[in-house]
């Protein structure tokens, strides 16, 4: 073989993902090899190939670069105060009634300048990379007018981030202060005004469909004209009430369900019919103590299972992914393989990115390096036990050392 770019040689443990449902496909000692932006060989350290650049990954853990399928990490304002007040006691709806809550990012995110949105997205951005995340999903949904959605979409599409980003049109994600007399004007707007605008830029349309925020038939209408618009579909499904968002998910083809805290067990084989995915999020379900998804009954279904952090302000500001994985354990029953896939592979699949969260011939070039905690052995589980606080060692995005 000719030489190439970079090898990163002797992983003591790693992780492909690459062996069908439920298998990790884990192999001891193994090098890793890159050239022109892509994984051209796995093997054996005595076979490895001449490189220009070398990695040790003796002492490391190697997994596919991890990825957050759900996050709203584009935002300005802080909710600190409205944090501690919540904790004594002030209910969300109330917080709200004074101007608060998701209301106040959306003044915050309208006011601050593009290059304000910019550094913070950036830092933000670059800790999920130093934690080993390679692409990130984000979300708009704290403009909710033309003009700032569409800055917030150019704004993720038109620089070169730390990760690489998939940008989704979230616009139905909460009825703004000035429509709120009239969700039907608004979601009319939506549809009229925004959505065919924001397709040229976005890569998925979303729906926050509960209690509260819009009902079934508006996702119906925004899902579907996205879709005809070459978006793909995903939703906010069943985490306040179960409204039936996740059975229009899979009749849709939407590549995810997200929350499902809700599920009715009934529908979970309307899920499992498709190929939809569902996101699990416990950072929000943790810090709005919420019941867990029927896990049990998706599992049975066949349904794949992906976890992101849901990284947002007010109901999740976790940007822990592999804690996430950890949460997902502890509060939703998932083994440890289960959640390593949740963050990896079935992420991939529930941004209808097949080649993302695995490592083989035609998967993306990412890889994460972790030493394990101390006095630990390099192996997987420990990074699933320990809650948190795993910086990557190394990371490489698009078959280039960036960490
Ligand atoms: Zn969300």
Redesign the pocket.
Known sequence: MDAVDLLVHDVDELLTMDEGEGQLGLRRGVSLAFRAGRLVWVGSPERAPESRERVDGRGCIGLPGLVDA???SLFAGSRAEEFQRRLGGVPYTTLLEQGGGILSTVRATRAASDEDLASTLSARLQHFLEQGVTHVEV?T?YALDLEHELRCLELLTSRRWPVRVSPTF?GA?TVPAEWRPDREGYVAFLLGEVLPRAARLAEFV?V?CDRGAFTLQDTRAILEAGLALGLKGRV?AEQVQHTGAAALAAELGCTSA??LERLDPEVVAALGASDTVAVL?PG?MLYLRDPPPPVAALREAGVPLAVAT?F?PG??PVRSLLGCATLSCLTMGLSVEEALLGITRNAGRALGRPELGWLGPGSAADLALFRPPPGEPSAHASLIQYLGGHRAEVVVRDGVRVV
């Open positions: 759900h996050t709203h979300k949904g979230l994600h979303d926050y906010h997200d929350h999020l929000a849901d947002n109901s999740s």
